[in-house]
Structure formats: C-alpha cells, structure tokens
C-alpha cells in the first residue's frame, strides 16, 4: 500500500526504525517483540505508517516464503 501523503521528518525517522527493527525478527523472539511493541505504543500518534511498515515487511516474507516452497 503505498500512501501519497507527505510525511513529516519524525514519521520517516519512525517508519525507518520500526521497518529496521522489523527485519530483525526472523524468529519467534519475545523480547523483540516486546521491543516492538513499546516502539509502537511510545509512537501511538504514527500508528498510520507503523502499519504500513507491517504491510510492507509482511508482502516481502510472503513472497520469500512462497518463493522458498516453490523452489524446494
């Protein structure tokens, strides 16, 4: 989902750190998720594009996990 709205300095420093920790889950890890989720919460106000940034890192692990079945 691609937004057309302008986003401010803080909200791409938000979406940019968020997407960053995102990536670093790659395993059912509590802490990180914790971690997320208080990155979330002390962000309430960007919730918008945290979601996007879930959109976002789901569609690429997705197609990485479909593109792996396909492949074995």
């Known amino acids: 989902m691609t937004s057309m709205v302008k986003m401010s300095k803080v909200a791409k ?6 997407a960053s920790s995102l990536s670093d889950l790659t395993l ?5 998720i914790n971690m997320l989720t208080m ?9 918008p594009i945290i979601v996007q940034a879930v959109e976002k890192h789901l569609q690429k692990v997705i197609f ?3 593109f792996e079945f396909v492949a074995s």
Not at 13 to 18: D, F, I, L
Not at 28 to 32: A, G, Q, R, V
Not at 39 to 47: G, R, V
């Open 39 to 47: 990155l979330a919460e002390e962000n309430i106000m960007h919730a």
């Open 13 to 18: 420093e938000v979406a940019e750190e968020y």
């Open 64 to 66: 990485k996990v479909l």
């Open 28 to 32: 059912n890890s509590k802490p990180l």
